[in-house]
């Protein structure tokens, strides 16, 4: 025999069937309920985790990491900013840029937009959309050509396509507050791009900066510049490092885009919510199971206590078996989660081709893949978490082998 006592007694108490098999069939059932639930809240975090990466790569392949503009009015020795910028470590690239708001018409169709103006050689430090192009390219973006690239959504929604006309009109203020009068610009449509994204695809309209400076009245002045980084995580820091140097202002995708990672983490967290709920109906049963056993065995609890074990010692007997369960389960979860996680892109693709049908088909979502993204923290979080949940399921019960009195146990035995 073995020591400590506890450990010898509580993992003989779990091997053995005794008079009441029911009894084992629960304590399988419990530790099988911990390792779905584990596994279960492991791929559903990755999978959640892999969807937020790659939304944040869909936003970030049109918007830049980061941006500066003029405290007020445009931005003129742009060229200097740019130069100052792209010798600033861990910034990998800069561009200028025009925004505009406006309304783009193409028969009797209507359609707000924002007009953006890129400098073609410049952009693909900024931005992916080169990519995304499904006719037509950047490079057809020239000074004076009078040529525009529309998202796919807007282009469908005012019946536009390539070679065809498009009519811009952008508002503008009238010096000494008279008003506001249009600008009017026809632009023929070069290209469409599809990012994959409603407000890029439905909103967004690409065109060369000198004819967006035009229409917006700003010269050779720009509306500010685009920022790219090594790491995307560190461009709050550079941009608010780089304007306060500047003497300009600074926004940056945290700022621009925080509705769609808020909505990301509140359904990561609700998500983990009703996960963890599997995990504490197995520990409920854990709770069940050890009653049972208690319950069955307090002829034997009554004994060992005359023997000279102390209550603490009894206490710890049923501990140990909630903790064995527990951990078992545990452990056979977090294999299971993981493996399941690694190997999802082979696994769902199989499922799909087995039982034929598409878990995301591709004329309804932009991403027909399942990503997954497996962080060691968020497992080492669900086992803590898992782990606490059916250490506490022990502590009741325990008590409660504790708490019998041998005298009492015995009499009526």
């Not at 004819?211 to 002045?221: D, H, I, K, P, S």
């Not at 527990?326 to 999802?344: E, F, Q, Y």
Request: negative net charge; charged residues 20%; proline residues 5%.
């Amino acid at each position: 025999m073995f020591r400590p006592l506890e450990c010898f007694i509580g993992l003989r108490y779990l091997r053995a069937r005794g008079r009441n098999g029911f009894i084992s069939f629960i304590s399988l059932a419990s530790m099988l309920g911990v390792a779905v639930g584990v596994a279960a809240l492991i791929v559903i975090l990755s999978v959640m985790n892999g969807f937020e990466g790659e939304l944040r790569e869909r936003l970030l392949s049109m918007t830049a990491h980061a941006s500066l503009q003029a405290p007020s009015g445009g931005l003129e020795d742009w060229p200097v900013h740019r130069e100052t910028a792209r010798a600033t470590p861990g910034i990998r690239g800069a561009a200028p840029y025009v925004r505009l708001e406006g309304m783009l018409a193409h028969g009797s169709q209507l359609a707000g937009a924002e007009i953006r103006g890129v400098l073609p050689a410049l952009e693909p430090e900024v931005s992916r959309i080169g990519e995304f192009m499904r006719r037509g390219g950047l490079d057809d973006l020239v000074p004076e050509a009078g040529y525009i690239i529309l998202g796919r959504v807007l282009a469908l929604s005012i019946g536009a396509e390539v070679g065809g006309e498009v009519a811009v009109l952008v508002p503008e203020l009238v010096p000494g507050g008279a008003g506001i009068r249009p600008r009017l610009r026809s632009f023929t449509v070069s290209g469409i791009f599809e990012a994959g994204l409603q407000d890029h695809d439905g909103g967004l309209a690409l065109v060369h900066l000198d004819e967006a400076a035009r229409l917006a009245g700003l010269g050779t002045a720009v509306t500010g510049l685009r920022l790219e980084t090594d790491d995307v995580f560190t461009a709050p820091r550079l941009a608010r490092a780089l304007a306060a140097e500047l003497g300009l202002r600074h926004s940056d995708w945290t700022v621009e885009n925080a509705s769609y990672f808020r909505a990301i983490r509140l359904e990561k967290t609700m998500m983990t919510t009703i996960m963890l709920l599997i995990v504490a109906v197995a520990a409920f049963n854990i709770v069940a199971s050890l009653v049972m056993v208690v319950t069955e065995k307090h002829t034997d609890i009554a004994i060992l206590r005359t023997l000279g074990l102390s209550a603490p010692a009894v206490n710890r007997i049923f501990m140990v078996q909630g903790c064995v369960i527990g951990t078992v389960g545990l452990a056979l979860g977090v294999g299971l989660g993981i493996g399941l996680t690694l190997n999802i892109e082979t696994l769902v693709p199989w499922l799909e081709q087995t039982f034929r049908f598409q878990i995301m088909p591709g004329d309804v979502y932009y991403v027909t893949d399942i990503p997954a993204e497996l962080r060691w923290p968020d497992v080492s979080l669900i086992a803590a978490a898992s782990l606490v949940l059916t250490l506490l399921a022990t502590v009741y019960p325990a008590r409660r082998a504790a708490g019998i009195a041998p005298a009492e146990a015995l009499r009526y035995d």
